[in-house]
């Protein structure tokens, strides 16, 4: 295991002393959608051009492949239940993974196809929101070659008791990672726009206020310098924890900078887990990392997450 000793600036109280940079597991040629597995003390996630699923376990420190001829998923969460919610890019879908056992949830809006769903969060209500970027049908290692069949890229808020999927949000020109405020109130969307694919587009977070089934009062968070903010997770304090193109940044609830961890590749996604829920994993290009932090993720895993 490589260790690394992080630049960590400015994060007193977040990061402990002495706390470094560990390599877990390498060999991936693009990482991305990490979740912390409770039930089976481990962290999933993708490799997404070459369209399988790798697992961590913190238990003996083995990587496995979990699954192959995924897909191509990309971003995932727990559900209340403990099963995973991920989703997928190459079947233009929201889906549940169960034991193994894949499942669809969502795949289309008005009658027509979803674009590709990048990230996904369950809301305090049970309900699931995800954001749908074209990257999956437009970037050739990521999916298959596609139309936006509905003509635009939302974030959308799918019901599991009624069925109905709608937008909730329609501003932000391609949405990639989300998450919540600790309360619920806010809801934060990352716009990476071309960013992705060339010089220039979006590459900043904006906040929403939470209104029941409804976001309003859309306002730029942070203007990320260093690359853009793909995926990232909001600590019990509502600070904001960022992948850029450097490292993972930290951003306090009223967006002022307060840190930066250094990385050597650059960051994708990142999620809290460990056994006592302080680890931040992070996926960066072709490696897992992990440091220990003074934190932990605003969601809280319910006590009957047992599946995985």
Same mark, same amino acid.
């Given at each position: 295991?490589?260790?690394?000793?992080?630049?960590?600036?400015?994060?007193?109280?977040?990061?402990? @002393?002495?706390?470094?940079?560990?390599?877990?597991?390498?060999?991936?040629?693009?990482?991305?959608?990490?979740?912390?597995?409770?039930?089976?003390?481990?962290?999933?996630?993708?490799d997404?051009?070459?369209? %399988?699923?790798?697992?961590?376990?913190?238990?003996?420190?083995?990587l496995?492949? /979990?699954?192959?001829?995924?897909?191509?998923?990309?971003?995932?969460?727990?559900?209340?239940?403990?099963?995973?919610i991920?989703?997928?890019?190459?079947?233009?879908?929201?889906?549940?993974?169960?034991?193994?056992?894949?499942?669809?949830?969502?795949?289309?809006? +008005?009658?027509?196809?979803? +674009?590709?769903?990048?990230?996904?969060?369950?809301?305090?209500?049970?309900?699931?929101?995800?954001?749908?970027?074209?990257?999956?049908?437009?970037?050739?290692?990521?999916?298959?070659?596609?139309?936006?069949?509905?003509?635009? +890229?939302?974030?959308?808020?799918?019901?599991?008791?009624?069925?109905?999927?709608?937008?909730?949000?329609?501003?932000?020109?391609?949405?990639?990672?989300?998450?919540?405020?600790?309360?619920?109130?806010?809801? /934060?969307?990352?716009?990476?726009?071309?960013?992705l694919?060339?010089?220039?587009?979006?590459?900043?977070?904006?906040? /929403?206020?939470?209104?029941?089934?409804?976001?309003?009062?859309?306002?730029?968070?942070?203007?990320?310098?260093?690359?853009?903010?793909?995926?990232?997770?909001?600590?019990?304090?509502? +600070?904001?924890?960022?992948? @850029?193109a450097?490292?993972?940044?930290?951003?306090?609830?009223?967006?002022?900078?307060?840190?930066?961890?250094?990385?050597?590749?650059?960051?994708?996604?990142?999620?809290?887990?460990?056994?006592?829920?302080?680890?931040?994993?992070?996926?960066?290009?072709?490696?897992? /990392?992990?440091?220990?932090?003074?934190? %932990?993720?605003?969601?809280?895993?319910p006590?009957?997450?047992?599946?995985?």
């Amino acid at each position: 295991m490589d260790a690394r000793s992080p630049e960590t600036s400015g994060l007193s109280g977040l990061i402990p @002393t002495g706390a470094e940079l560990a390599v877990l597991g390498t060999g991936a040629t693009w990482s991305e959608g990490p979740v912390w597995i409770p039930a089976t003390q481990s962290v999933r996630w993708s490799d997404i051009p070459a369209d %399988r699923i790798l697992e961590y376990s913190t238990i003996d420190g083995s990587l496995s492949v /979990y699954a192959t001829d995924v897909e191509f998923t990309n971003g995932r969460t727990l559900d209340r239940d403990g099963s995973v919610i991920q989703c997928s890019h190459g079947r233009r879908r929201v889906e549940r993974d169960r034991g193994g056992a894949v499942t669809p949830i969502v795949d289309s809006y +008005n009658g027509v196809r979803l +674009n590709s769903p990048n990230d996904v969060v369950v809301a305090a209500d049970g309900s699931i929101w995800f954001s749908d970027p074209p990257y999956g049908i437009v970037v050739s290692i990521e999916g298959h070659p596609g139309e936006r069949e509905y003509g635009d +890229n939302f974030v959308f808020r799918h019901d599991l008791e009624t069925g109905e999927t709608r937008p909730v949000i329609i501003d932000i020109e391609e949405p990639n990672g989300l998450a919540f405020s600790p309360d619920g109130s806010i809801l /934060y969307v990352s716009d990476t726009s071309a960013a992705l694919r060339s010089v220039g587009g979006n590459h900043h977070i904006r906040a /929403y206020d939470v209104d029941g089934t409804r976001c309003k009062n859309g306002r730029v968070f942070a203007v990320i310098e260093d690359g853009m903010s793909d995926g990232f997770r909001v600590d019990i304090e509502g +600070n904001v924890w960022t992948s @850029t193109a450097s490292g993972v940044t930290i951003y306090s609830p009223d967006g002022g900078r307060l840190g930066h961890i250094a990385v050597p590749e650059t960051v994708s996604n990142l999620c809290f887990g460990g056994p006592d829920g302080t680890t931040l994993f992070i996926t960066a290009t072709t490696s897992l /990392y992990s440091i220990a932090t003074s934190t %932990r993720d605003a969601t809280t895993t319910p006590a009957c997450a047992q599946e995985a």
